[in-house]
């Protein structure tokens, strides 16, 4: 069983019953709820995904975040297999199809990578924050508020701190590059004025995303690499991403350029506050 059906709320299955338009709705919540093969298939439905992107503003006073990215990622994969190709973006605003879909295909066919994806997307809705406190001297303490939208501050972090801080940095440092590079890709260009590619401090090149995608990659094995991985479970999912980061990343980049372009910036607004 998928486990983001796990974090499907009540008001998921009751949205899916009425655009099932199933008569006895409560026999049909209560056949997806005990059912996982029945709640697949209906997920399936291409006709699902249409009528919950047909929905406005508070998309998310309907439906939970994770139904909803659950739907958009289904979809992409359905747009991937059509297409035959990815596009990849080699400038602000120019990409290019590259034909790996195959390969892509294969990387997405693993219920694990599904759900990681859409767990990674509901968690950079909001930002979080976190206090750690530094031994200056003997019984001399500083504490430090860090946001996980930092990146540079994250991979900073990652090597100062012992465990099991430091697989949580390395990790959320990976998570925040494979997003970057999946949503928002067209800011990591030189030459675009945005607060998110004036606070990023990478390598100077034309094409910044692969400095971010060779980052994440070598940070998502770092981390499968920690103890702390393996206490988790966590090490062979972190080891595949690493593996295969470049094809983990495209179907947020189907998401984000054919179902997120008008509205990912009111879904992350921290794209737009960053300094």
């Known amino acids: 069983m998928r486990k983001v059906f796990d974090k499907f709320s009540p008001r998921d299955f009751q949205f899916l019953a009425e655009l099932a338009g199933d008569k006895d709705k409560a026999y049909f919540i209560d ?21 919950a992107a047909q929905q406005k503003e508070n998309v998310f006073i309907r439906i939970s975040p994770y139904l909803y990215f659950e739907l958009l990622l289904r979809q992409a994969i359905r747009d991937i297999k059509r297409d035959t190709y990815t596009l990849e973006q080699v400038g602000y605003k120019t990409r290019v199809p590259v034909f790996d879909s195959k390969k892509v295909l294969e990387i997405l066919s693993r219920d694990e990578i599904r759900d990681y994806l859409v767990e990674l997307l509901v968690s950079f809705i909001r930002v979080n924050q976190f206090t750690i406190y530094f031994k200056r001297g003997k019984g001399i303490y500083y504490k430090k508020v860090l946001s996980d939208m930092d990146f540079d501050l994250l991979v900073e972090m990652s090597e100062i701190v012992d465990e099991p801080y430091r697989f949580i940095f390395l990790k959320r440092a990976g998570d925040l590059a494979l997003f970057l590079s999946g949503v928002f890709p067209e800011q990591l260009f030189e030459g675009r004025s945005s607060s998110l590619a004036k606070h990023r401090r990478l390598t100077p090149g034309v094409n910044q995303e692969e400095d971010l995608e060779k980052k994440g990659s070598e940070l998502y094995r770092k981390a499968s690499e920690s103890e702390v991985a393996k206490e988790k479970e966590l090490s062979p999912i972190l080891t595949m991403i690493a593996d295969n980061f470049t094809f983990t990343k495209k179907p947020l980049n189907v998401m984000a350029d054919r179902y997120l372009y008008l509205r990912k910036h009111d879904i992350f607004p921290f794209i737009d506050n960053q300094n």
């Not at 298939?41 to 006709?47: A, G, H, Q, V």
Request: zero cysteines.
């Open 31 to 51: 056949l997806i709820t005990r059912d996982p093969d029945s709640l697949n298939l209906i997920l399936e439905e291409e006709e699902i995904f249409k009528k």
